[in-house]
């Protein structure tokens, strides 16, 4: 059985107020059958250092990329992860991490791709936890093997290609969650230090220039629903209801700013471009818009 | 041989993690990150002489110093970073004590593909592991600035 929503004023406000939970939520509900908390970190060793009682560690490279193919795992290996941290499909999974949830709204999503059901973000993540003088642990989590049912992936609601970008050049707005300098192209090449490995910089034509930390107040929790329509709405120009594609370089930033449009401000069809930069910075023959200025997009795409 | 051309001490290094388990290299990499020496207070009263190494994910400061002139003057490596980056103060722990007290020369001729050869990119992704190249980078491009200057 999935736990029961939060009744937290601060999320009323937002479209699906039952994707959050506070980290008062956490420290009272963390442990109980049912309920599964989940870190999932930039750095790789952090949760080592300490981390939320209970909580099982979820890394976004050894455990949802596949190894070989630039791809997430399949339905096999996502419920062999799942059965080894203990997670059954009925649970409801609360996932935090370091940087204000940027890894954990990754974590967050790649789970909504296998589709399971009951998966929340704890609300200012792992420095709001810390900051508020909250207890961490370097105690192992035990954790008891499940049964977690292979589901197959459905990338199509919430996942973009390449060709669906192409495809959706000048009729989907596009939000480009990158810092100012990538989006503009301008770059600090210095010579013999390694870079992101992207051969082109810029952005994708017509796509709207919106860092994915504006999302987050400074306590790493999001910001009230009327600051983020004033960035989403009124500032970039989105319909409530239309079309997106969010992108950065990998995915992961785009995942913060999927997870504010589709379940805080309820966009119904947004979708994350995780080939982002470094797969269209590199291709061949794609559009490449520099400077400031969204761009055009091209008459024919292909 | 993946300690070939390896200064000792950094050779050392080398060995013990693959030496380690699978399982345990991320504890090893963690305990380094304990050990990673605080700055001293004349560096960390003066953070405009600590260069940032902008590639690592987490923000990091290092400040090289050369005891002397010439290819034998020994190179002393400063590092800086917070807490709540414990993989990059691992990396720099590694590289300050593979690295530290070595002559220029030696540290100079450090192969560009250390980092490959601690059998940590699978298990923190090769993206993390480029922080650690940028770090040996920017001391060895320190170096040669401080010996041409």
């Excluded at chain 1, 500032?235 to 409530?240: F, M």
Aim: proline share 7%; aromatic share 8%.
């Amino acid at each position: 059985m999935a736990a029961e929503a939060e009744h937290d004023e601060a999320f009323a406000q937002y479209a699906h107020p039952e994707r959050l939970v506070s980290t008062q939520w956490v420290a009272e509900h963390a442990g109980e059958p049912g309920i599964v908390v989940v870190e999932s970190d930039e750095d790789v060793l952090l949760y080592e250092t300490g981390h939320v009682p209970g909580a099982v560690k979820v890394d976004w490279h050894t455990d949802l990329n596949d190894t070989a193919t630039r791809d997430y795992v399949d339905g096999e290996r996502f419920a062999a992860l799942m059965s080894r941290k203990g997670i059954r499909r009925e649970d409801t999974v609360v996932v935090y991490g370091d940087k204000s949830n940027w890894w954990a709204a990754y974590a967050l999503w790649v789970f909504s791709l296998f589709g399971h059901p009951d998966v929340r973000l704890m609300d200012g993540g792992r420095d709001k936890w810390i900051a508020e003088g909250r207890e961490l642990t370097t105690e192992p989590t035990e954790v008891t093997a499940t049964d977690y049912p292979v589901v197959q992936r459905v990338d199509a609601p919430i996942r973009a290609y390449r060709e669906d970008v192409l495809d959706a050049l000048g009729t989907t707005p596009l939000i480009d969650v990158r810092s100012p300098q990538e989006y503009t192209g301008e770059r600090t090449h210095m010579p013999e230090y390694p870079q992101e490995g992207t051969l082109r910089g810029g952005h994708i034509p017509t796509a709207a220039s919106v860092p994915w930390a504006r999302a987050a107040a400074e306590d790493g929790t999001f910001k009230s629903r009327a600051e983020l329509e004033a960035i989403y709405l009124d500032e970039v120009g989105l319909t409530p209801g239309e079309d997106v594609i969010a992108y950065c370089r990998i995915g992961e930033r785009s995942s913060h700013t999927w997870f504010v449009l589709t379940h805080l401000l309820g966009f119904e069809n947004v979708r994350n471009y995780d080939g982002s930069w470094t797969e269209w910075g590199n291709a061949v023959r794609v559009p490449v818009a520099q400077g400031e200025e969204r761009g055009e997009a091209p008459e024919a795409t292909r | 041989m993946s300690t070939q051309h390896l200064p000792a001490q950094l050779a050392e290094l080398v060995t013990e993690f693959h030496e380690v388990p699978e399982p345990d290299k991320l504890q090893l990499l963690l305990e380094f990150s304990r050990s990673l020496p605080e700055l001293p207070s004349r560096l960390g009263e003066h953070p405009e002489e600590l260069e940032q190494v902008t590639e690592c994910q987490s923000p990091l400061f290092l400040a090289v110093e050369l005891a002397g002139t010439g290819p034998d003057a020994p190179v002393n490596l400063f590092f800086s970073a917070p807490a709540e980056a414990p993989t990059t103060r691992g990396f720099a722990s590694i590289l300050h004590e593979g690295l530290n007290g070595l002559p220029a020369e030696q540290v100079l001729d450090v192969p560009d593909d250390l980092p490959e050869r601690f059998g940590l990119t699978k298990l923190v992704s090769p993206l993390r592991m480029r922080g650690m190249s940028a770090m040996l980078g920017r001391i060895k491009h320190q170096i040669r600035a401080m010996q041409a200057g």
